[in-house]
């Protein structure tokens, strides 16, 4: 949908679908920032203080969004307060779930990591505690910062103990 430092011309709204936010941190490797589901504003973030993209976005699944231009955005947020405080209280709020997210998963060891993420697609996406994960095991090692190999074997390690 957009790659890390191209121009930033737009916010992208999410309409339906998941988007990944993921950095190249070196050759060959991702890190996976954040999730986007239906409802969210992606690049609120970065659409006032940078002139390109910081991070990649692309669809983890069969995905909707509208594209609103920066000068849309600039001209509603001079012009309506209502607008602009709402804009403001979603960056705020995006801004304090990605620290929170990241504080809460550096406490955690990798186990905990892996639960956590579940939850997070179970509670927050989801709504559900039964869905298909609609990313890779490789996806969740670039989002919870740990290697595949330790993802795959804790998965299966989670798995031995359903059954």
Known sequence: ISREGED???IIYVHKGLLKLHKIVYEGHS???SIAKP??????????????????????????VCF???ECIQVEIENNGKFALDIISRM???????????????????????????LDFAEKIYNSYEFELPVSRKE???LIDM???NVIRTLSEFRKQLY
């Open 68 to 70: 609103i231009s920066k």
């Open 8 to 10: 930033i011309d737009s």
């Open 31 to 33: 890190q996976i920032v």
């Open 92 to 118: 705020s709020k995006i801004s304090e779930e990605v620290i929170l997210s990241k504080l809460s998963m550096s406490k955690k060891n990798l186990r905990g990591r892996i639960a956590y993420i579940l």
């Open 147 to 149: 290697r595949i190999e």
């Open 39 to 64: 409802f969210d504003f992606v690049g609120l973030l970065s659409i006032f203080s940078n002139d390109k993209h910081v991070y990649s976005l692309t669809a983890i699944e069969d995905s909707s």
């Open 140 to 142: 969740i090692a670039e």
